[in-house]
Structure formats: C-alpha cells, structure tokens
C-alpha cells in the first residue's frame, strides 16, 4: 500500500481535497483600519457601532440573578449571549471563513451533561504554577504552566456549555508509558456518558462559544461512529507500519455503544498481545498507545462509521505549525510545536470576547466620558478656548495637520 493513496478509511475521502487550505491572515491588515475606524467615531459619542453583521453578534440578553458575582456568573455574562447556535447551518470563524454543514444536522438540541470533558493525568501536578498546587498566579502568562492553563480551558469550556468535567487523576500502568493510561480511564468514562469530549492538556477548542454538537455536526459523528480523531502531519514519523498515518490521540471525541466499550477494550489490551503480536513493543516505545491503535485496532474497527478521520487543518496543529502540513487547528489547537503557547491561548480564549464586549460598552456609554473637545475648542498656550463659528469651519478644512496615524 502506498503511503498518501490507498487508505483504509472512506471518511478520508473528505480529506484529500482540504478545501480550507488556501486561505491567508487578512484580519490583520483588516483590523487595523477597522480600528482607526472605530476611534474615529469613538470621538463622535452618538454614533455608536451597529454590529449586525459582526462575526460575533450580541443578540441575546443574559439574566443573571441581581448581586450574583459568582465566577459561574461571570462565565455566563462572557459567553452566553454569543454561543453559536447548536444546529446553525454554518460558522464563520475569525478569519471570515464559512464553514457549512454538509447535511442536516444530526444534533439539533444541547446534549448538556450526556457530554463529559475530560482531563486524564497520573502526575501529580502540584507544583508551582500547576493546577493542583494551592495557588496559581498570571504574571503575563509566565506563573501558569501550560499544561494547567490547557486544563482550565478545558473547564471553562464544560461550564459555558453545561457539559459535565471531569478530572481524572489515573492510576499507573507498572510497565507502561505514562500516556497509556487515558485508554482505560476513556473506556471508564464511556460508560457513564453517551459522548466524551478528551483533550490532552495542549490541547484546546479554539472557538469556546461553539458547541461541541455544532462539531459534531459538522464532523458527522453518525449513531455509528465510535470515536474521532485527527491526522498527524504528513510526517515520516507518523506514519504506522502499513504506510498509514497516526491518529493523533491528543483529542479524541467517542461515543458510548457496546462496540466502543470493545474497542477501548482491545486498544488497552493490545500491548499483552493476546490478539495482536507485536503489539508490546508500544508500552514504552513512541507513539505508545497512539501507535498501538494506529498500527492493529483501526484495522480490526474498520467499519465505514467506526473511526471518523478529521483533517490535521481543522483538528490538529496551531497557525504556528501551519508549514507541518498546513494543520493549523482551525478548531481544535494542539500545541506540539510549542507548548509556552499554551497560556497564550487560554488568554485568547477570554480576549477575543471580552474585548468587543468592552469595546461595545465604550461606546454604549460614550456619551458619558468621552467629552468632543475638538472642533469645539482651540488650544492656546495653558487655555482651552471656545471657538466661534468661523473658527470652527476654518478648522473643519485644516484637519490633521499636525498628527499622523502610526498605526498604534
Ligand atoms: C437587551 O436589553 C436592553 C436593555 O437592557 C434592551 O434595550 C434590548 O432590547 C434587549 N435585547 C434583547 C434582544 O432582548
Ligand atoms: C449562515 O446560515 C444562516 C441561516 O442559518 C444564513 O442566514 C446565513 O446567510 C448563512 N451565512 C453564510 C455566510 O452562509
Ligand atoms: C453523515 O454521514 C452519513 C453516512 O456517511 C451520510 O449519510 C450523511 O448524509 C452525513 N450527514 C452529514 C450531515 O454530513
């Protein structure tokens, strides 16, 4: 079998064309005349912005019960009058791309707690700046480490959504790599809830506003489908020893049925080599449990709707790995190229909403702090002096003479 053609799986087949690979990081260079724009009206308090249109429309009020100042609150005031709409028939991300379903949409309500969030750890973790130590400080992204700022975004994720989280901290395997473990502890989790959403801690949703049905949705997870995961790069290291490429299992999303209990459970048995020699090599040895399910379970499950196949663009790598194979985790961000990202992310995470929040409200109550001295004053020596009219239009044909927009 040949490396790129002859894959196993019909899911791929929505792969090989990559509709979304070509397509350049204009936000930039849009956003900052569009901020010019802004501060120019900002100096005009009655025209406040109208944002139909925006990527991110506030439509929705959000109740929250007088005096609540809960975290839980604060959440719900950030993300819920944006939450994309679980059915919506498209999504524009923040490079204007328009993603569309390819069909109707199998999840048409919240699937709340029947999803479980899941963080699987056997390390302790209490260590400065470690999610599990008592405190845990910003300083510029520096007093978190990565894998705790992962972890947290997680979180949050389950909470704006009302998904179930957990954090499992797993048991060793004696004679095993550490990473094996999530096999087992994902298998535990299927039987408690129908959908497990599992991201390793560089692992992180993008978009906290889209729900995970909207994925689903998009990705097609059908009543027969076991489990999602992603493409590695086309690198020669990921590829298994039939010429195929690994499934990366830093974020996996599986669905509870009696196959997939099966499935997890010959994956996890698979290094005893009961039913698949060889297989004990993967206990220790790169890409572990990866390499375990890439080289013998995904050929014993290897019914069209077993394993769903997603792109490496949309669910794995970040824009900074956009040259490993264009996966640049339009949705789904996995930090392998560099891990100090991470606290970045989770800060983009908040950011990118709550600046256009606090934007919005800059100009909302404009009216009460931003005071139009220009075209209404001239400034001579320490005095603020009221023009007159002809002053005024004299002025009105003089405009920006002695500034220049640098572009800050
Ligand atoms: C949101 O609340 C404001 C006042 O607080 C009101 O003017 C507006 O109509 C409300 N919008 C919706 C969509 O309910
Ligand atoms: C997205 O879908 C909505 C209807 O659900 C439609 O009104 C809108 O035009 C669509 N946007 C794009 C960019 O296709
Ligand atoms: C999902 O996949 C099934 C089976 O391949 C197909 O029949 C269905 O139309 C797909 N639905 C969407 C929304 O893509």
């Not at 390499?291 to 790598?317: M, Q, S, T």
Request: charge should be negative; glycine fraction near 8%; include cysteine.
């Amino acid at each position: 079998m040949s490396a790129n053609t002859n894959y196993a799986y019909t899911s791929l087949a929505n792969i090989a064309s990559g509709p979304h690979a070509r397509w350049r990081r204009i936000l930039l260079i849009a956003l900052i005349p569009m901020l010019c724009a802004f501060v120019y009206i900002a100096l005009e308090p009655s025209a406040i912005p109208s944002y139909k249109g925006s990527q991110y429309p506030y439509q929705h009020n959000v109740s929250i019960p007088d005096g609540d100042t809960s975290m839980a609150a604060v959440i719900k005031a950030l993300y819920e009058p944006i939450l994309h709409p679980v059915a919506a028939a498209n999504f524009t991300d923040d490079e204007g791309q328009v993603y569309r379903l390819h069909g109707e949409p199998r999840f048409k309500q919240k699937l709340g707690k029947k999803v479980l969030v899941l963080d699987i750890d056997s390390r302790p973790l209490n260590k400065p700046g470690q999610l599990m130590d008592d405190e845990l400080v910003w300083k510029g992204g520096e007093g978190i480490r990565a894998l705790s700022a992962g972890m947290l975004s997680h979180y949050t994720y389950a909470m704006i959504h009302g998904y179930d989280y957990k954090f499992v901290r797993a048991p060793d395997y004696e004679d095993r790599w550490g990473t094996w473990v999530k096999v087992p502890v994902m298998k535990e989790a299927l039987k408690t809830h129908d959908y497990i959403l599992f991201m390793d801690s560089d692992v992180m949703l993008h978009f906290p506003h889209l729900p995970l049905e909207w994925l689903l949705n998009y990705w097609n997870l059908t009543k027969e489908t076991l489990i999602m995961m992603s493409l590695d790069p086309d690198e020669p290291q990921n590829y298994d020893s039939r010429g195929n490429r690994y499934l990366n299992t830093g974020f996996v999303i599986a669905q509870q049925s009696e196959r997939t209990q099966e499935m997890f459970k010959v994956w996890a048995e698979c290094p005893d080599e009961g039913r698949y020699q060889g297989c004990a090599k993967w206990k220790l040895e790169m890409f572990h449990e990866q390499a375990a399910f890439g080289n013998y379970v995904r050929y014993d499950f290897d019914r069209p709707e077993d394993v769903k196949v997603l792109p490496c663009v949309e669910a794995n790598g970040a824009p900074e790995a956009e040259n490993r194979g264009g996966c640049k985790g339009t949705f789904v961000r996995h930090y392998w190229v560099n891990k100090g990202l991470v606290s970045k992310a989770l800060s983009d995470q908040v950011m990118q909403y709550f600046v256009p929040r606090l934007h919005q409200l800059y100009h909302k109550s404009g009216g009460d702090h931003v005071v139009n001295a220009k075209g209404n004053y001239r400034l001579q020596g320490a005095e603020m002096i009221e023009l007159t009219n002809e002053e005024k239009q004299a002025l009105k044909n003089d405009e920006g003479k002695n500034q220049k927009d640098e572009g800050w």
